[in-house]
């Protein structure tokens, strides 16, 4: 079993998250054809992270605690939802430019890259203040690292 508790490992995704984010939203600052080519590669590497990041949380952490904070959880997911649908948008956008982006599709990637980049940060802030530091009075060791196997296997 791991011996970092689960809500560390998660926090620990989430600082690696907040990089790539700010990588993302410092990549509407080009122009052109540098602003797509930048957006590409921070949206590739943040999902590189952020899916398998949902993926554990959706599967094993959540569930596991589900039972106990029910409207919390609720809440979380559609925040998941969420970012899963403006990182739809993003890719779909990032994917139909060529070359330059016109004007239209500028504003739209900047756009779509700070809502990404607020709701992904307002996430990761609820998911800390509130799941991670019940979870962290909750949870006994034992639990933790668990859940900690479980969300490494996935």
Same mark, same amino acid.
């Given at each position: ?75 979380? $997911?559609?925040?998941?939802? &969420?970012?899963?649908?403006? %990182?739809?948008? *993003? @890719?779909? +956008?990032?994917? !139909? ?20 980049? $607020?709701?992904?940060?307002? &996430?990761?802030?609820?998911? %800390?203040?509130? *799941? @991670?530091? +019940?979870?962290? !009075? ?17």
């Amino acid at each position: 079993m791991s011996a970092t508790p689960a809500s560390d490992l998660l926090r620990a995704e989430h600082r690696r998250m907040e990089a790539d984010l700010d990588r993302l939203l410092f990549a509407t600052k080009r122009s052109g054809t540098d602003m797509v080519l930048e957006l590409r590669h921070a949206f590739s590497a943040l999902q590189r992270l952020s899916q398998p990041h949902f993926r554990k949380e959706d599967n094993a952490f959540y569930p596991y605690l589900r039972a106990q904070f029910p409207e919390l959880l609720s809440h979380l $997911d559609e925040q998941h939802e &969420h970012a899963r649908e403006l %990182e739809r948008h *993003l @890719l779909e +956008l990032l994917e !139909s430019i060529d070359c330059a982006p016109d004007k239209r599709q500028q504003t739209e990637l900047i756009r779509f890259a700070a809502e990404l980049y $607020d709701v992904t940060q307002h &996430h990761i802030v609820d998911e %800390e203040d509130q *799941l @991670l530091r +019940l979870a962290d !009075s909750w949870l006994s060791q034992e639990q933790q690292a668990s859940l900690a196997a479980n969300m490494t296997d996935l």
